[in-house]
């Protein structure tokens, strides 16, 4: 059943960019109604709106993004078509379209191929789940165990562990599907695929309220033991990159590792390259700062690199081409065409600084001028992060006692990044907006909003 959101922000909201603009009237939106399709078919959206573009979003039934495009409207009317993957979760999906709060919504169902489905009611041998602790083993990729009960599951090669009570509901039915080809999917830099892609889903949306632990093999024989970090990632699709668990546990000798989740989506057993761990542990300037861990994921991760000399200066701050050129790499954007700016023309940073221009991240000071070697403000990277992400905007009662040297253009992306935790202030009571970023500063936020469960 269609409804329209006019209460919430699209995931693909504008923001404001580093220069001030004006806010733009609520125009018409609509979503032509979409009708339930089967795994592997082709999805149509399309409508009308009176703006230049459409931003659509659509989320899977554990409410992860599937599909994200920004479509441009002609006369009014827009249309867009992907085809869902052949093994895409059997569930309802929710289409979102249009800009900012003005933006309308559907509803469809994916179908099953096979003639099976999350909800466990296939009629194959998917058996009960058993009590609390209790185990249940089945060829199929489906299981449905007791909510109040907990209980494992072994499905596709992975094993699954559900607390009692970690969900709300019933009887939770899980799926796990091995993706048939991957080489579509990002891949870090400095890290090596050591294992299948397993696509796991439930029918319950929403987040764990306690860890479920899952336990996925892998080839030990693509590993070198001595020098590699072996560990299950997520893949953030909005972002485009992996995000590694934080409490694997690796057996090397059964070829299986396991860690805590909160959400379902895809995953993958992802070992960093030798020279990837050793770049990450050679700082002799990092042991006991405290962004050490955060910095050493991002270098792991191949979005920042330190100093030739075997430093990371944490402590120093960074240009606008610098943090602009981690943005770049940490989703993973292809190279564009875009603005290139009278003092960006003969800069080592010129095809980043265009990149991000052309995926309306940036703007300069004026038509002209980018200040590339400008070192960066807080406000900035704020604003930028919050462009990239297209993070839907938040409210906040900021108290800080410089909240009043934001910039207007600024004040959205302060709001947004310090209202879900983003973005902290100092002890001294100060959020410095227009201070300069550390690299230490600017690698922390950003690591924070890649590592958000979507």
Known sequence: MKKRLLSIAAAGSLVLTLLPSAMLAATPVTLTDITNKYQGETVTISGTSSD????????????????????????????????LPADAAVGTYTVVAGIGTNVDTDVFSVI???????????????????GSGGGSTSSTNSNTISISNGGTVRLNGATIDVPAGALDGTNLTITVNRLSNPSGLPMNAGSLLVSDVFDITKNIP????????????????????????????WLNETFNTWIKL??????MTNGTVSASVNHFTKFAVLASKPEGQ???????????????????????MGVIDGYSDGTFKPDNNMTRAEFVSIIVKAFNLQTQ????????????????????????IISGYSDSEFAPND????EQIASMLVKATHMDLASSNLTFKDQDEISDWAQDAINTVTAKGLMDGYQDGTLKPQGNATRAEAATLLLRILQQAK
Do not use: C
Request: proline letters at 2%; a negative charge.
């Open 52 to 83: 230049n573009d459409v931003i659509i979003k659509v989320i899977r039934p554990d409410n992860t993004v599937l599909y994200y495009d920004d479509v441009p409207t002609n006369m009014g009317s827009y249309s867009q078509s992907f085809t």
């Open 112 to 130: 099953s191929t096979s003639g099976s489905n999350d909800s466990g009611n296939s009629g194959s041998s998917n058996g009960g789940g058993g």
């Open 206 to 233: 929403g987040l764990f309220t306690k860890a479920v632990r899952i336990t996925l093999p892998f080839d030990a024989s693509k590993v070198d033991q001595d020098h590699s970090n072996v560990g299950i990632y």
């Open 246 to 251: 934080d409490d694997n546990q690796v057996d």
């Open 278 to 300: 050793a770049i990450a542990l050679k700082f002799s300037d990092l042991n006991g700062h405290w962004a050490e861990q955060n910095i050493k994921k991002l270098v792991e």
């Open 337 to 360: 065409e875009g603005k290139v700016f009278a003092d960006t023309t003969n800069h080592w940073a010129k095809s980043l600084i265009a990149t991000a221009a052309a995926n309306v």
């Open 375 to 378: 070192l960066v403000t807080r």
